[in-house]
């Protein structure tokens, strides 16, 4: 079974920063794509960076660029979202995903599987 666990969310104030983690495990999977997204309540989830896992090529979301940055540690197995300047409104939840399949998406369909989530809230 593959597992995607996150870490790092917390309670930060406005224009602080914040570290995401997501470690992969369980029996191996094909990463094609390791993405992250993020749903605030009563929104849908949105999509916030994805990083093509062999190649390292990150792309992020046009209205978090500046912002948030996504690496990977291929030996740890692990996918990275920093993100800085944050705001009130980058409070949500933020889901980790993979996908085996693919060149890279922003829709949440294209992800095969899914972490449990970790809180981010940014106080103003």
């Known amino acids: 079974q593959v597992q995607l666990v996150e870490s790092g969310g917390g309670l930060v104030q406005a224009r602080g920063s914040l570290r995401l983690s997501c470690a992969a495990s369980?029996?191996?999977?094909?990463?094609?794509?390791m993405g992250w997204f993020r749903q605030a309540p009563g929104k849908e989830r949105e999509f916030v960076a994805y990083?093509?896992?062999?190649?390292?090529?990150?792309y992020v979301a046009d209205s978090m660029k500046g912002r948030f940055t996504i690496s990977r540690d291929f030996a740890k197995n692990t996918v990275v979202l920093q993100m800085n300047s944050l705001k009130p409104e980058d409070t949500a939840i933020y889901y980790c995903?993979?996908?085996?399949?693919?060149?890279?998406?922003?829709?949440?369909?294209?992800?095969?599987?899914w972490g449990q989530g970790t809180q981010v809230t940014v106080s103003s």
């Open positions: 995903a993979a996908a085996i399949t693919g060149a890279g998406s922003a829709r949440v369909r294209d992800y095969d599987y």
């Open positions: 990083i093509i896992w062999r190649a390292g090529s990150p």
């Open positions: 369980g029996r191996a999977f094909n990463k094609h794509v």
